[in-house]
Nanobody, 126 residues
Framework: QVQLVESGGGSVQSGGSLRLSCAAS????????KGWFRQAPGEEREGVAA???????TYGDSVKDRFTISQDNVKNTLYLQMNNVKPEDTAMYYC????????????????????WGQGTQVTVSS
């Protein structure tokens, strides 16, 4: 059974930093995308960043040059380093992983992901 558990969320002031972690267990797929998504109240879930097992990464326009996605395949952990955060980054952040091979253009499609964590809240104050 695949389980994804996020941690690292919290409250931070604008301009600060946070590092989110997502520990995966039972996930053995090796040619697939993993990603971070976020959802603010009343908004749709949106892709933030995604990383393929081969190291390819992709970022949403609103977080480019501020957020960095990385993975430790030995620890089976996904990370999201968030720098220079802004109030509009406030949301519940979820990590997700696929069990199907996706083309890169679907890396931000939440419907393409099969496994989800429970989410970790990030709140940025101005």
């Amino acid at each position: 059974q695949v389980q994804l558990v996020e941690s690292g969320g919290g409250s931070v002031q604008s301009g600060g930093s946070l590092r989110l972690s997502c520990a995966a267990s039972g996930y053995t797929y090796s040619n697939h995308w993993k990603g971070w998504f976020r959802q603010a109240p009343g908004e749709e879930r949106e892709g933030v960043a995604a990383i393929h097992n081969d190291g390819r990464t992709t970022y949403g326009d609103s977080v480019k040059d501020r957020f960095t996605i990385s993975q430790d395949n030995v620890k089976n952990t996904l990370y999201l380093q968030m720098n220079n955060v802004k109030p509009e980054d406030t949301a519940m952040y979820y990590c997700a992983a696929t069990k199907t091979i996706l083309p890169s253009y679907r890396a931000y499609d939440p419907t393409a992901y099969d496994y989800w964590g429970q989410g970790t809240q990030v709140t940025v104050s101005s």
